[in-house]
């Protein structure tokens, strides 16, 4: 059982949008530290989508926006494309941990 | 630009030990927090430890300490993950990334992953 609680699955038609929600504590995400996600596709390696609740990578593209508030935070995705349908991952410090955790992970399906 | 490159597919029995390697490049080595992760067959990414190579500053998952063992070589801008004595539930995906700033930032850049199969 994960530290950070995100639901095993999402679904979207191409076009629309979709949030992943992504429910902490007051021990890592109701912190100070920032909330970090990432998306894995079938057979490669995690790439960073959104660092420190909000930001993106250069490259990333603006259709992926993060946010946070309280103990919860959620990745945003407008305008799904086919090549959007991968796994996603929160992820956020700890504090009584004093390590890293990451959620379960959402399996995103573009119908 | 940044570039991990880990080592290759390893088999082993249970009970032998191991060490598998993860060399950054493109970037200033010694000055950025590198870490593991483990992803077992069909499962979630686990956060495992970081190091500093910078002075060895080493942070684990309680549920790692003690299992494995991180380090890192910065004269050759290698990381290592290590066990003594493998069991079959290591077997998984373990990937190296280099954390974009603080210990608690997340991870920017990730080597390609190293499996390992341990066999009962």
Known sequence: ?111 | EVQLVQSGAEVKKSGESLKISCKGSGYSFPNYWIGWVRQMPGKGLEWMGIIYPGDSDTRYRPSFQGQVTISADKSNSTAYLQWKSLKASDTAMYYCARVRGLAASGFDSWGQGTPVTVSS
């Open chain 1, 1 to 111: 059982q994960s530290v950070l609680t995100q639901p095993p699955s999402v679904s979207g038609a191409p076009g629309q949008r979709v949030t992943i929600p992504c429910t902490g504590s007051s021990s890592n995400i109701g912190t100070i530290y920032g909330v970090h996600w990432y998306q894995q596709l079938p057979g490669t390696a995690p790439k960073l989508l959104i660092y420190d609740n909000t930001n993106r990578p250069s490259g990333v593209p603006a259709r992926f926006s993060g946010s946070k508030s309280g103990t919860s935070a959620s990745l945003a995705i407008t305008g799904l494309q086919a090549e959007d349908e991968a796994d996603y991952y929160c992820q956020a410090y700890d504090t009584s941990l004093s390590a890293s955790v990451f959620g379960g992970g959402t399996k995103l399906t573009v119908l």
